[in-house]
């Protein structure tokens, strides 16, 4: 009797999950949609499709919504899953935005973009939409985009070159970050940022193709001229940390 009880619970639970992945299938129906009625400019009817959207995969993990992190993902694999939330959380948050009873949902939404933002290749990509957005003056709530922006483009501690040449917590990949800190704070800084990230990735991946390449230009040309920059921002960084 014990045995026939558990297999029937067994049995529901397996119904059960095959409706959660048969759910899971009709996902990018929710979010063409909610797609659609952005550019339509039917903000409310968009955030429903999009929390439809957001809720099939919280229920595909198991978890809830808030707590839908790219850690349940491959970031190899489903990159183009995690791209497609990152954008979900970006519209949700320019949404929410538009109403000062919304903010709270407006913060967390722009949190959510951020961290489905920092460490991806579409990174700096998504970075850019912050500041058109701001630059547009469009933003009722323009510094909590500006520190979403921040965060993702300055605050991250990817320096591809400098990191390829020397290594993650060398000091002088640290001296570079804080630069890159420093200039962030005028529009020509963030330009001289935003042009780092577009090029850099794509400059690293060349590089790390092949071994002997690798050496011979970090060797003979990248570790000379990173190091002479270095030398000439250093006292331009060490002031710039004593004034802040």
């Not at 591809?160 to 640290?174: K, L, N, P, V």
Request: charged share 30%; glycine share 2%.
């Amino acid at each position: 009797m014990a045995k026939k009880k558990i297999d029937s619970k067994d049995l529901k639970e397996q119904r059960k999950r095959e409706q959660v992945i048969e759910l899971y299938r009709t996902r990018l129906t929710h979010l063409k949609r909610a797609q659609l009625l952005v550019r339509d400019d039917r903000m409310a009817q968009a955030v429903d499709s999009y929390t439809k959207y957001l809720g099939v995969l919280a229920l595909y993990f198991d978890t809830t919504e808030d707590k839908l992190t790219p850690t349940l993902f491959d970031p190899v694999k489903d990159v183009t899953e995690l791209l497609l939330i990152s954008h979900a959380y970006w519209d949700l948050a320019k949404a929410f935005d538009r109403s000062p009873n919304l903010q709270r949902d407006c913060f967390r939404c722009l949190e959510q973009f951020t961290k489905f933002s920092i460490g991806f290749k579409y990174q700096h990509v998504n970075a850019q939409i912050i500041r058109k957005f701001n630059n547009k003056k469009q933003a009722h709530n323009p510094k909590a985009f500006e520190a979403a922006y921040h965060k993702i483009q300055i605050s991250s501690k990817k320096c591809y070159i400098a990191t390829s040449c020397f290594g993650e917590e060398d000091i002088r990949t640290e001296t570079l970050r804080h630069f890159k800190l420093a200039i962030s704070k005028s529009e020509l800084g963030k330009d001289f940022i935003d042009l780092y990230y577009q090029v850099s990735p794509r400059l690293t991946s060349i590089i790390n193709q092949n071994t002997i390449t690798k050496f011979l230009l970090e060797t003979c040309f990248l570790k000379p001229l990173l190091n002479v920059l270095i030398f000439t921002i250093k006292p331009y960084v060490d002031n710039n940390q004593t004034h802040s």
